[in-house]
């Protein structure tokens, strides 16, 4: 049975276009600002560091040809990964759930700001009645 084709799949080198990999990766190969000055080669060679390293696209089945060879470094690319997929702010951000405070309108900080008075009085108000 053939696999089903992807874009991935059909691309010379998917570990390095961001637009192919998870959202939760995309900051750390968009910083690939220059990969038109490196030849088929050097394309090749930082398509598979990416894959390994960020990706944690490790072959198993060839150890040899793998550039994390060892037990630990294997383990290093494998808890990075598990890692960002754990990460809370990388979630919400890759989900477009994240929320900048600076981008808040006036209208949300006041109701926020007033959220917070709001709790201040009544924690006040319950410890002076633990007081008394």
């Not at 691309?11 to 998870?22: D, F, S």
């Not at 630990?72 to 994240?98: E, G, P, Q």
Request: aromatic residues 8%; proline residues 2%; positive net charge.
């Amino acid at each position: 049975m053939k696999k089903k084709q992807t874009k991935r799949s059909k691309a010379k080198y998917p570990g390095l276009r961001p637009e192919l990999n998870l959202k939760t990766r995309h900051e750390l190969i968009a910083d690939y600002d220059y990969l038109n000055d490196l030849n088929h080669k050097e394309k090749e060679w930082l398509n598979k560091f990416t894959k390994e390293y960020v990706n944690a696209e490790i072959d198993n089945r060839k150890p040899r040809k793998n550039l994390h060879k060892t037990k630990a470094l294997k383990k290093d690319c494998y808890d990075r990964n598990n890692a960002r997929n754990r990460c809370i702010y990388t979630r919400s951000k890759a989900s477009w759930n994240l929320k900048f405070f600076e981008d808040m309108s006036e209208k949300n900080e006041s109701l926020l700001k007033e959220n917070l008075e709001n709790e201040l009085i009544d924690k006040i108000d319950s410890e002076k009645s633990k007081k008394k």
